[in-house]
Every structure is written in C-alpha cells, then in structure tokens.
T-cell receptor, first 113, second 117 residues
Framework: DQQVKQNSPSLSVQEGRISILNCDYTNSMFDYFLWYKKYPAEGPTFLISISSIKDKNEDGRFTVFLNKSAKHLSLHIVPSQPGDSAVYFCAASRSYNTDKLIFGTGTRLQVFP | GAVVSQHPSRVICKSGTSVKIECRSL??????MFWYRQFPKQSLMLMAT?????????EQGVEKDKFLINHASLTLSTLTVTSAHPEDSSFYIC?????????????FGSGTQLSVL
C-alpha cells in the first residue's frame, strides 16, 4: 500500500517557467512533509519541509503548499533553472522528529533551455 | 553540508555469497543511521534503523538474519546481505542523522546498486 504517491514519474519544463511537482498521501496521521532532491549517482538531499500547522512554506525559489483536506502537497519552483533537473522525492512522517520517513516514488524533473 | 559516504556504489555477486555495504558519516557523529531499499519504479523503503552500540530495529517483513546491521561506532554502520539471491538485487541506500534533528537533518549516502546473478 503506497501511502505517499507521486503520480507523475516525469516532468519537463522550460527554463524560467514554473515547475509544479505533486504529491498525495493517504495517511491522515502524517503531519510533517519533506521534499528531497536527488542528482544521478548522489544521495537525496533535503530541500524544503512543511508541518501540518502550515499551508505554505517558502524558501527562495522553492515553495511547498499543503492542502490537508485533500491530502495533497505540491512543490513549486520558480523560476526553473537547468540545474534544477533532478529527481524529486516527497516524504511524510507522523511527527516532526520521527525516524520513519515514508517516501514517494519520485518525479524526474527536466528543465530545458 | 554534512557528508555521508557509502561504499561500494555498485556490486555484482553470485547467488549465495554475502555482500557488505558500508555507510560512513564523514564530518559528524551519527548515533542513528538508517538503511533503505528501492526496487525499480518503487519508493525508498526503510529496512532498519541502526543505533550505535545496540541492536538494529528492523521494519516489518525485513529478515534480520539475512540483513545484518552493525553500528559499532558513531561514524560507521554496515549492512551485510547474507547468502544473497537474485531477489535481493536492489538499490540500497543509507542515511545518517546529525545528532538531534528532524528529517532535514538526514543526510544520505549515494547508494549501492546490488545485482545478484
């Protein structure tokens, strides 16, 4: 049972435009969500997070939106840059400091010039 | 940022042999390390939590006698796949937590692609 879903395996966006990566979850007990970015031959690196008490968190070009009623979150990257091309993983946990992260399957973003 | 080194990056072995994968935190002490497995087109799945100086905690469905975890120091955890079989072929990746901290304090290794012939 996939508790965290990223239904789009890939996304292609032109440089300068907005990239929107989506993530859905099924477990209403999740209250902390993270996005990781992964380049080839490297491990995932933390990008941005949001707790369930918020509906938006922004860090530079990256903004994460959380819609608890829809059990949906999204990552917006604007403007997109070629260096953003990577695989993006959504992850969820049941509390802020839990060890157990449940990951999505990832979305491969390609930003072309 | 913190660095976690994982070796080897790729290993091919014969069925029945054992394979050891190392995970090192290079510039911080990690009391807790995590081991994940990812099959093609699936998500990273937590296999076990490795605590320095104590026994690892395995997730449901993960055989502890098959996947031996040793966390003998604050900077090194090893995963040994014993008597590997083709169905163990997968991408294995570790992460380490920099002392206290939530998910953003998790630092991942670059992973090991295991192929069992």
């Amino acid at each position: 049972d996939q508790q965290v879903k990223q239904n789009s395996p890939s996304l292609s966006v032109q440089e300068g435009r907005i990239s929107i990566l989506n993530c859905d979850y099924t477990n209403s007990m999740f209250d902390y969500f993270l996005w990781y970015k992964k380049y080839p031959a490297e491990g995932p690196t933390f990008l941005i997070s949001i707790s369930s008490i918020k509906d938006k968190n922004e860090d530079g070009r990256f903004t994460v939106f959380l819609n608890k009623s829809a059990k949906h979150l999204s990552l917006h990257i604007v403007p997109s840059q070629p260096g953003d091309s990577a695989v993006y993983f959504c992850a969820a946990s049941r509390s802020y400091n839990t060890d157990k992260l449940i990951f999505g399957t990832g979305t491969r973003l390609q930003v072309f010039p | 940022g913190a660095v976690v080194s994982q070796h080897p990056s790729r290993v091919i072995c014969k069925s029945g042999t054992s394979v050891k994968i190392e995970c090192r935190s290079l510039d911080f002490q990690a009391t807790t390390m995590f081991w994940y497995r990812q099959f093609p087109k699936q998500s990273l799945m937590l296999m076990a939590t490795s605590n320095e100086g104590s026994k690892a905690t395995y997730e449901q469905g993960v055989e502890k006698d098959k996947f031996l975890i040793n966390h003998a120091s604050l900077t090194l955890s090893t995963l040994t796949v014993t008597s590997a079989h083709p169905e163990d072929s997968s991408f294995y990746i570790c992460s380490a937590r920099d002392r206290a901290g939530a998910g953003e304090k998790l630092f991942f290794g670059s992973g090991t692609q295991l192929s069992v012939l």
